[in-house]
């Protein structure tokens, strides 16, 4: 599966953003997906991660109450809105995706999108 986010941009703080990752392939409701950030100078982390089936979500402790993971199986799409925006949120947020359940370690997922840059003024 191939996936491209997108949905990034410069947003100040407080504000909202909604990205998108769209995949390619017939299978994406086979696909268990999670959203990542990198930050300038630190490492990638897990931001929110999903169900193949939308059934169940988890999210960073940094992000919960303000991040919302969704997918749309019909459209090949997840989105990740992101609300309440800090300026600890800006990075690049990947998408990624799994082929069967639900994980957060990026480890343990195969395929990754681009990257989206995210940037928040404050």
């Known amino acids: 599966v191939q996936l491209q986010a997108s949905g990034g941009g410069l947003v100040q703080a407080g504000g909202s953003l909604r990205l998108s990752c769209v995949a390619s392939?017939?299978?994406?409701?086979?696909?268990?997906l999670g959203w990542f950030r990198q930050a300038p100078g630190k490492e990638r982390e897990s931001v929110a991660a999903?169900?193949?089936?939308?059934?169940?979500?988890i999210y960073a402790d940094s992000v919960k109450g303000r991040f919302t993971i969704s997918r749309d199986n019909a459209k090949n799409t997840a989105y990740l809105q992101m609300n309440s925006l800090k300026a600890e949120d800006t990075a690049v947020y990947y998408c990624?995706?799994?082929?069967?359940?639900?994980?957060?370690?990026?480890?343990?997922?195969?395929?990754w999108g681009q990257g989206t840059q995210v940037t928040v003024s404050s």
């Open positions: 999903i169900t193949r089936s939308a059934g169940s979500t």
């Open positions: 392939g017939r299978t994406f409701s086979s696909y268990a």
């Open positions: 990624a995706a799994r082929y069967g359940p639900q994980a957060w370690l990026q480890a343990n997922y195969d395929y």
